[in-house]
């Protein structure tokens, strides 16, 4: 179901970024919206280990608790990732994008507010969420990497520091309401992945 999720997305071919090959990725319309929005919750909320596990992941986000996101991030890339869905000429780290934006549905009962490709400092953040009470934001920027092991540390860090360098943080540090600002760098390796976080406010 997440697969057919992201191959449904549309692409803006003006938003590529030359340096990463990265583009800005939508629902193409209110309809499809509506349908994915209502199959994706119906799917979670039958599904016990996906949402304990997402529930986990979102708690972990918003703790700055690398450890607890990674773990559970893994465990659902094994259960609920194919080899196959990376069969496509698309940009592998689209397929993360949407996988991720699927999965933090399910943790709406934490999460307040949910941002994808929003214009942030002085570029676009890849994931933005807001703890239900506000006092905490995750700022999610996300790498994939055709390298296994330490490359996708070392992809994971530098991912951080893009969010310190561009400036993606700067709208929250200083609204009062929030109190605890983290910026998480995930880099994927088909289905594993490594996180990375810096408490920066």
Same mark, same amino acid.
């Given at each position: 179901?997440?697969?057919?999720? +992201?191959e449904?997305l +549309?692409?803006?071919?003006?938003?590529?970024?030359p340096?990463?090959?990265?583009y800005?990725?939508?629902?193409?319309?209110?309809e499809?919206?509506k349908?994915?929005k209502?199959?994706?919750l119906?799917?979670f909320k039958?599904?016990?280990? $996906?949402k304990?596990?997402?529930?986990e992941?979102v708690?972990?986000?918003?703790?700055?608790?690398?450890?607890?996101v990674q773990?559970?991030?893994?465990?659902?890339?094994?259960?609920y990732?194919?080899?196959?869905?990376?069969?496509t000429? *698309?940009p592998?780290?689209?397929y993360?994008?949407?996988?991720?934006?699927?999965?933090?549905?399910?943790?709406?009962?934490?999460i307040?507010?949910?941002?994808s490709?929003?214009?942030?400092?002085?570029?676009?953040?890849?994931i933005?969420? *807001?703890?239900k009470?506000?006092? *905490?934001?995750?700022?999610?920027?996300?790498?994939?990497?055709?390298?296994?092991?330490? !490359?996708?540390?070392i !992809?994971?860090?530098?991912?951080?520091?893009?969010?310190?360098?561009?400036?993606? !943080?700067?709208?929250? $540090?200083?609204?009062?309401?929030?109190?605890?600002?983290?910026a998480y760098?995930?880099?994927?390796?088909?289905?594993?992945?490594?996180?990375?976080?810096?408490?920066?406010?």
């Amino acid at each position: 179901m997440l697969r057919r999720f +992201t191959e449904s997305l +549309t692409f803006e071919p003006q938003s590529r970024n030359p340096e990463s090959d990265e583009y800005n990725l939508y629902i193409p319309n209110e309809e499809i919206r509506k349908c994915f929005k209502s199959r994706i919750l119906n799917y979670f909320k039958n599904n016990s280990v $996906m949402k304990n596990h997402t529930g986990e992941l979102v708690k972990g986000m918003f703790e700055g608790d690398a450890e607890k996101v990674q773990d559970n991030l893994n465990t659902l890339l094994g259960k609920y990732v194919s080899i196959r869905d990376f069969a496509t000429n *698309a940009p592998k780290e689209n397929y993360y994008h949407g996988f991720m934006n699927g999965l933090l549905i399910n943790g709406t009962s934490f999460i307040e507010e949910h941002k994808s490709n929003f214009e942030s400092g002085d570029g676009y953040v890849d994931i933005i969420i *807001a703890s239900k009470n506000s006092d *905490a934001v995750a700022i999610l920027e996300l790498k994939q990497t055709d390298k296994p092991f330490g !490359a996708r540390l070392i !992809a994971a860090q530098k991912a951080v520091e893009q969010i310190n360098e561009k400036g993606y !943080a700067t709208v929250y $540090m200083n609204d009062p309401l929030v109190r605890n600002v983290y910026a998480y760098g995930i880099c994927f390796h088909k289905k594993l992945c490594s996180v990375v976080v810096k408490k920066i406010k």
